[in-house]
């Protein structure tokens, strides 16, 4: 009876553990709804940019094997490549099949079982990733380590990992696998800057794809995981312990037999000792030129090869370089312990500006810095021809001018004290003035002081800049007669052209044309030539003084190359030896020194006393300029014609000089075998003639002998002693003491002595030179 006073809804309560259950199905089930329709939210949003992006796929794929840029010399040999990515871009049929599974092995074993996206390895990559609370574990398949190369990047972001799935099952749908494979072949980084299978064989291993042995390749393979920590060149042992689980995988999914098995762990690697070590490439023996190109291309254009795709077509004839690299290297080989040369530099250029070659510097791994474009080194005797070329403008001498080779006394003005007296090294003081052409091609510095005297040392600089084109800093001191001043040998090469140019002078160039991926030219270089840069009728006068530098001066080396002009030029100090001189429209800059490294920097020196313009330059540019004049030469008839000899030409100026002594050693006259100065390979000292210390900075100088102008002033210098003075059946001869042949202008000790005719010595002294 009780029970029926009970109310109707007192029935027996659930235990609070039930109602929790419920609830928390409940919640459960809202959070799998909620994670589903995110997912579902994220991967259609990404499905929809999947489709417009694989609308871009081509152009990605492009972009895989996009044309690298590149410099060709002008007879088609690439000087210089670059791209973004270190490659060699292959078709799937020339890569070997073991190749390719041995890759599925280490990256993606179902490959050819999914549609992009592998669910198992998916699951398992949540299950982790949510266990670590982080986002860094795998599971991609090659499709979407592909997505990932061509659009997603490699942020580890969730957003990014529904973008691979979506975007990897769209790309199933667009491409066969075999196109898949074959475009991640192609752009994987495997590490050290290979992008893809085939440079990774060529950066592990130094072998083509097809060359790679089943080990190797599924060295290679595993190198895809960790490619700059795990690669055979960083860390061969792990390289080879993950080598051997790649060919585990390949036993086991069948891609191999055990006997393959067993030969591929059982070999030991060759790793290539000296891998490239980034997509740049150049041309042994053309760096100097490339980096002269690389930067006048930057200056002129601002342009970027790394992501241009161009093609740089140059004046470069890369035959004629390495031949002028090999004819420096060859000198240096033979002579440079005993002449203490060890660097070198030339530069070859036609009349428009061409450069054909270029060669700054000897060894480009220890010294980077293009001596040819940025050397600071003193021509020497080499600015001479400047300082006559403004003294005939000005009218202070003419072709037929005395020069005296009175010596030169600079005292302070105010103290009265002596700084600095400038006499003839050689002692001989029998001859006070020579003519202007004897001054040049004998390069007596005395004559060439008082000239800069003359014309004024600012008038000097100022020409040199503003038509001979100079754009180093000159110092107006009478010093620069000598050249006392820092220039590079493109600007020596720029400023003789105006006299090979007939007073016009052209600008050295490195480049064609640029030309585009496309085909199209986005830039034609045209000769840049400054017409009427100088007068022309003193280039020409200075051509003719050039002329005989070769034919009877210190020149002598460079007589192989036909119709040649130039000017040797030797420092004080032999740091420098140089010839610059031209042919025909073709001209050459040679220069050889000597540096160390000093605090780690590399630093000229003296190199033996013996080496002078005239032994070593020149000799170096009649060997180079000959193969230049043969294919580039242009005969020009106002420089074929040939100077007067010297003795008709001084006599006419009144000099009454002997030929004999103008010449010097290595006379012309003489024959070259027997004076030692042949092609036999043997040194001679025809070099510059006075090494005296240049004349430093100072205000009033006291000295006599301005140069003399006959014509002008009507005064006549005193007559030198004849070297020869016939008596009846006897011959009286200046004989150098050392040597007992004819004396010339160096010899320290003469005597006179008196010979009866035909016994007298035939052969002038080759002992004594410009250095004693």
């Known amino acids: 009876m009780a029970s029926k006073n009970l109310p109707r809804n007192s029935k027996k309560r659930r235990p609070p553990w039930v109602r929790f259950l419920k609830q928390g199905l409940v919640l459960f089930a809202t959070l799998i709804f909620l994670g589903i329709s995110v997912l579902g939210f994220f991967y259609f949003n990404a499905r929809r940019d999947a489709e417009d992006a694989m609308n871009d796929l081509q152009k990605r794929i492009d972009s895989v094997n996009k044309p690298t840029s590149k410099i060709l010399s002008r007879d088609g040999v690439v000087l210089f490549s670059v791209s973004t990515e270190n490659r060699i871009p292959l078709k799937l049929s020339q890569i070997p099949k073991f190749v390719q599974n041995a890759v599925i092995a280490a990256e993606d074993r179902r490959f050819y079982k999914h549609t992009g996206v592998d669910l198992t390895s998916i699951a398992r990559v949540i299950f982790v ?63 050290e800057g290979a992008f893809g299978i085939g440079e990774a064989a060529r950066v592990y291993f130094n072998k083509n794809i097809e060359d790679l042995t089943i080990g190797e390749a599924a060295m290679l393979a595993r190198c895809i995981r960790r490619p700059s920590y795990e690669n055979p060149i960083r860390d061969l042992e792990a390289a080879t312990t993950n080598r051997d689980v790649v060919l585990g995988t390949m036993r086991d999914e069948a891609m191999i037999t055990d006997e393959q098995y067993e030969k591929a762990v059982a070999e030991k690697p060759k790793v290539n000792t000296k891998p490239p070590t980034s997509g740049v490439f150049k041309k042994p023996g053309a760096e100097y030129f ?45 002579f440079g312990r005993h002449l203490k040369v060890n660097q070198g530099a030339f530069m070859v250029m036609d009349s428009d500006g061409n450069i054909l070659a270029e060669v700054g510097g000897l060894n480009y791994r220890q010294h980077q810095q293009n001596i040819v474009t940025s050397g600071t080194l003193q021509p020497g005797s080499g600015f001479k021809p400047f300082v006559y070329a403004t003294a005939l403008k000005a009218g202070i001498i003419n072709m037929d001018s005395m020069l005296s080779n009175a010596p030169i006394s600079i005292v302070d003005p105010v103290t009265g004290k002596l700084i600095k007296s400038f006499r003839n090294a050689s002692r001989n003081e029998n001859h006070p003035f020579y003519g202007l052409r004897t001054a040049l091609a004998s390069s007596i510095n005395l004559c060439a002081i008082h000239t800069i005297e003359a014309v004024g040392p600012q008038s000097v600089v100022d020409t040199a800049k ?40 052209v600008v ?100 033996n006393t013996e080496v002078y313009g005239g032994n070593t330059s020149a000799k170096i540019w009649g060997q180079v300029m000959k193969l230049a004049h043969e294919r580039y030469g242009k005969a020009q008839a106002s420089h074929d014609a040939k100077p007067d000899k010297p003795k008709a030409i001084d006599q006419a100026a009144g000099a009454g000089v002997d030929p004999d002594l103008m010449a010097g050693p290595g006379d012309a006259k003489q024959d070259p075998a027997k004076n030692g100065d042949g092609d036999d390979g043997t040194i001679v000292l025809t070099g510059d ?25 009507g005064a006549k210098p005193p007559k030198p002693k004849p070297a ?35 016994r007298e010595p035939k052969r002038i002294c080759h002992i004594h030179g410009p250095g004693g």
Request: net charge negative; aromatic share 8%.
């Open 466 to 505: 503003d038509s001979f084109g100079f754009r180093s800093k000159l110092d107006a001191y009478d010093s620069l007669a000598l050249g006392a001043c820092s220039v590079a040998p493109i600007e020596m090469a720029e400023a003789y052209s105006v006299f090979m140019l007939h007073g016009d002078r």
């Open 129 to 191: 990733d949510m266990r670590g609370r982080k986002l860094s574990q795998g599971g991609s398949t090659i499709t979407m380590q592909l997505v990932k190369l061509l659009f997603n990047g490699s942020s580890k972001t969730f957003k990014r990992k529904m973008n691979d799935i979506a975007y990897a099952q769209v790309m199933e749908q667009r491409l066969t696998k075999e196109r898949i494979l074959e475009l991640y072949l192609n752009k994987v980084f495997f590490g």
């Open 724 to 758: 020869v003075k016939p008596e009846d059946d006897t011959i009286s001869v200046d004989i150098c003491q050392d040597s007992g042949l004819i004396a010339n202008r160096y010899c320290p000790e003469t005597v006179t002595r008196t010979f009866k005719r035909g």
């Open 290 to 334: 490339v980096d002269h190109v690389l930067q006048y291309l930057e200056k002129d254009q601002g342009l970027d090869l790394l992501n241009s795709g161009l093609t740089i077509e140059t004046t470069l004839d890369f035959d004629l370089q390495r031949h002028t690299q090999q004819v420096l290297r060859n000198f240096v080989d033979e």
């Open 508 to 607: 050295p160039q490195p480049i064609v044309r640029v030309v585009a991926n496309d085909g199209s030219i986005i830039k034609q270089y045209e000769p840049h030539k400054i017409v009427g840069a100088y007068d022309t009728a003193v280039s020409d006068e200075v051509d003719e003084l050039l002329r005989g530098v070769v034919e009877y001066g210190t020149g002598y080396e460079a007589r192989i190359v036909p119709n040649a002009r130039g000017k040797t030029g030797t420092t004080n100090e032999a740091k420098d030896a140089w010839f610059t001189g031209y042919a025909d429209g073709v001209l050459g800059v040679g220069w050889v020194g000597h540096e160390v490294k000093k605090n780690g920097i590399w630093t000229p020196v003296e190199m």
């Open 689 to 713: 003639a006075d090494k005296t210390e240049p004349i430093k900075p100072g205000d009033d100088k006291v000295g006599a002998g301005k140069p003399i102008a006959p014509d002008a002033t």
